[in-house]
């Protein structure tokens, strides 16, 4: 028998897409990743899947405030004053979590109103405007995709799959990973369950975050510090599908560590 | 001023080291590689990042133990009885534990005698020999890494970085990603802080676990059913660095989750 499309070893790319320039409330992300491909002269093909960082997207959708309009909670100041941080900052990590998981030495774990378990519920100063301004996550970054997808198909006639991403930290492992916040038009997951190895062992648990290893590519495409906020990923032949990133989100009673 | 090199956007590629066959105890991993790039026709290059999946590593390091000489204990009979499991496979994960993190609902989280924490202490039997046998950690990832590095300078004189990895599950997220246990000839991070964005905001916790994705983009490029275990990763520009994996492991003081 052939092997499976999704088994094979293949050459894969991540080819950074530059020259993009500021997106402004308003603005189409397809429209400004076309426009950058163009100028950089690369023609999106059949395959090609299209990472892009999350703060374009929330940039793009208004997801900004302005700090200095932020009041923050008096507990909000405590916490900033003892740990030397912005209580500005602190007080919109707080406002965007449906819960605080671990809140200690300065660090908040938050659950965001999404699921997504992370630092500060993804609330970043960082590549928006010098600080004047906090980046929020997009409200429902799988629609979000969804609409970079329907854009790019619009005006090329080409259905890619795009990742939208951010960069969260892990327990018991030091530095960040890019992980996908939304996804439209592949799987988020690569399930060898109940297949069998080359020695014919039938695998039990190996259920592969894809998604999540394509946005850790992409980063290390992109950097960040270097204005390129999405790239092409070219090669991974990914499965169709329609879950979005929820379903990464493991449910609590699945985890172990809430 | 020139942007660092570490700052730059660029083209990657993975490209994966197909047909090597089975590795033996006692095998070089070093020239099971370099036999089977000559095959592939695929010179390396300076700049090329080598990442080898620890299982080939672990079997040349006879780091595997065959389950019919395991005597599992009561405590782990029962366990494995109660959720399904094969007792000398439990029985193997607790014996190769420093510590226990979680064991609920047959999932059982533990801290390596390295100090990773993953599931089953990374014992693992799909991949090996069809069920019989188990392969367990390599005993020094990092000192397996400069083997191998070392080995591929004396044949070749390229000096690669070489990442070895396993696939880890997370909490929070569903699916497992590679991960780095063992590092040689680069620095496992990327590191922004204090740098400036292009809007002059100082960066304060980026620090990016560039190791860990370049595991994350080597485990798309191989698959786990293509018999293709390790991969060449072209075009990241890493820093040279000493540190080891075990600069990854997060200490417990600084950890939230232990």
Tied chains: 1, 2.
């Excluded at 965007?96 to 908040?108: F, M, N, P, Y």
């Excluded at 592949?186 to 394509?214: I, Q, T």
Aim: aromatic share 4%; glycine share 8%.
């Amino acid at each position: 028998m052939m092997a499976r499309r999704h088994d094979k070893a293949t050459e894969l790319r991540a080819i950074p897409i530059t020259g993009m320039g500021e997106v402004l409330p308003g603005d189409s992300v397809a429209d400004t990743i076309l426009a950058a491909l163009r100028r950089q002269k690369l023609k999106l093909m059949p395959g090609d899947i299209v990472v892009v960082t999350h703060k374009i997207v929330s940039k793009a959708e208004a997801r900004t405030v302005m700090l200095d309009r932020v009041q923050p909670s008096p507990a909000s100041r405590r916490w900033a004053a003892r740990y030397r941080l912005d209580a500005r900052l602190v007080h919109l990590a707080v406002q965007q979590a449906k819960r605080v998981v671990r809140r200690r030495r300065g660090v908040i774990i938050t659950e965001t109103a999404h699921g997504f378990v992370c630092a500060n519920s993804g609330v970043d100063a960082s590549n928006v405007d010098g600080g004047r301004s906090a980046v929020l996550l997009p409200a429902d970054p799988d629609r979000s995709a969804r609409e970079i997808r329907l854009g790019i198909r619009k005006k090329t006639g080409i259905s890619v799959p795009v990742l939208i991403t951010d960069s969260f930290g892990r327990p018991w492992r030091e530095g960040l990973c890019e992980v996908t916040i939304g996804v439209a038009g592949m799987k988020p997951f690569r399930d060898f369950r109940g297949r069998r190895d080359p020695h014919g062992y039938r695998l039990r648990a190996s259920v592969e975050a894809v998604a999540d290893e394509l946005a850790c590519m992409a980063g290390l495409a992109c950097g960040k510090l270097s204005r390129s906020p999405a790239c092409v990923i070219r090669g991974f032949p990914c499965e169709p599908g329609r879950e979005g990133a929820r379903s990464i989100i493991r449910p609590g009673k699945r985890d172990l560590f809430r």
